[in-house]
């Protein structure tokens, strides 16, 4: 067990490696980091609760510095836009300005990944997608991070009607593309 796990490890960084490898041939196209894209990946993806640079800092697991001087760049690049939260005037919240969307749409990382597993199974994908998704979840809990995870997988989801969702965490009324978004507070069914 202890060589699979192993392996596990080393393929897992060796896909991370191409990935970012990826990454960067991508984003000096843009002038950009893969940070930078990882940053406005999940921007594109974060739910209200988690759009702060706080979140993105946790989600990346990286220093609020680090991130402070990507959003700097992002922000000054015109891909991010900020604004101050309505309820609590202390809080700064992120999100893709149209400029952001737009590179996010013609920078597409995703298709390379897709060609690469098409020969794969869905069988085999939906089996390696849990092994990977419980992997991390241990991670997260041995180190004590929080799981982010997308709202339509949370304990805290409860479906009111067909097209009416409520956070039961924030007692909060989401829209059904909300469901879909990647939220910090997220806790795993």
Not at 64 to 79: D, F, I, M, N
Not at 91 to 109: E, Y
Not at 127 to 137: I, K, N, P
Request: glycine share 4%; proline share 4%.
């Amino acid at each position: 067990m202890r060589k699979n796990a192993f392996t596990l490890l080393e393929l897992t960084e060796r896909l991370g490696n191409v990935i970012r490898a990826e990454m960067r041939r991508v984003g000096s196209t843009y002038r950009l980091h893969p940070v930078h894209l990882q940053a406005l990946s999940y921007l594109k993806q974060a739910n209200r609760y988690s759009n702060t640079p706080q979140a993105l800092t946790e989600y990346l697991g990286l220093t609020k510095g680090t991130v402070s001087q990507s959003l700097l760049l992002l922000y000054r690049k015109g891909l991010v836009a900020r604004y101050v939260d309505e309820a609590d005037k202390r809080v700064v919240r992120l999100k893709l300005s149209a400029a952001g969307k737009r590179l996010m749409k013609d920078a597409q990382l995703a298709p390379v990944w897709q060609t690469a597993a098409a020969n794969v199974s869905p069988a085999r994908v939906k089996t390696t997608v849990l092994v990977l998704l419980e992997t991390l979840r241990n991670l997260q809990a041995m180190q004590n991070e929080r799981p982010f995870g997308v709202c339509n997988t949370c304990v805290h989801l409860q479906r009111e009607s067909a097209r009416i969702y409520n956070c039961g965490l924030t007692n909060d009324r989401l829209a059904v593309p909300e469901t879909r978004q990647i939220c910090r507070l997220h806790t795993p069914q």
